[in-house]
T-cell receptor, first 113, second 115 residues
């Protein structure tokens, strides 16, 4: 069983607020990812990291930012939330590029009012 | 460009009936192929994966998938569906490119199971 955690699971917040979505994994994986998922749509990669102090933007443009100061921790921050940010955010990690298999957290469902 | 197509947005099957979920991919070389399942309110869980070798792959929960290179397909099957299989299923392809790799997910197929 994968050990990857996301908090909060659900968040309702007003426009303009700053929020941080937490993601932690205890598997020692170097690679971590953030996906955005809307109902009936494929997962879109918005950020990824290949290790500490390494972060890259994904295929889908996002106003969020990420940091990777510790291997196990990969938080995502929105400086000023907007209704267009309403979505589900999934965090994942993987052991190596060769295996490609990703382990997912339970997700954070964000609603911006 | 790499892509994954799941033609069926949703499928309804009776409990005990067989199941096949379709997946087609576009990629120039032999891809790494995956099926994930997502239950309501949960993250994705890996069902099975194909890297090389035997084109019929066995996974967890009684699922299997067959890689057909000539058809660029990786369809998921289960001989007898249980009510607990109701979930969303995602096909994915992992592909290398200059500078790294990426995993591309299909839009998903939602499975409904009727008693």
């Amino acid at each position: 069983e994968a050990d990857i955690y996301q908090t909060p699971r659900y968040l309702v917040i007003g426009t303009g607020k700053k929020i941080t979505l937490e993601c932690s994994q205890t598997m020692g994986h170097d690679k971590m990812y953030w996906y955005q998922q809307d109902p009936g749509m494929e997962l879109h990669l918005i950020h990824y990291s290949y290790g500490v102090n390494s972060t890259e933007k994904g295929d889908l443009s996002s106003e969020s930012t990420v940091s990777r100061i510790r291997t196990e921790h990969f938080p995502l921050t929105l400086e000023s939330a907007r209704p267009s940010h309403t979505s589900q955010y999934l965090c994942a990690s993987s052991e190596s590029a060769v295996s490609y298999e990703q382990y997912f957290g339970p997700g954070t469902r964000l609603t911006v009012t | 460009a790499q892509s994954v197509t799941q033609p069926d947005i949703h499928i309804t099957v009776s409990e005990g009936a067989s199941l096949e979920l379709r997946c087609n991919y576009s990629y120039g070389a032999t891809p790494y192929l995956f099926w994930y399942v997502q239950s309501p309110g949960q993250g994705l869980q890996l069902l099975l994966k194909y890297f090389s070798g035997d084109t019929l792959v066995q996974g967890i929960k009684g699922f299997e998938a067959e890689f057909k290179r000539s058809q660029s397909s990786f369809n998921l099957r289960k001989p007898s569906v249980h009510w607990s299989d109701a979930a969303e299923y995602f096909c994915a392809v992992g592909a290398g490119y200059t500078g790294g790799f990426k995993t591309i997910f299909g839009a998903g197929t939602r499975l409904f199971v009727k008693a």
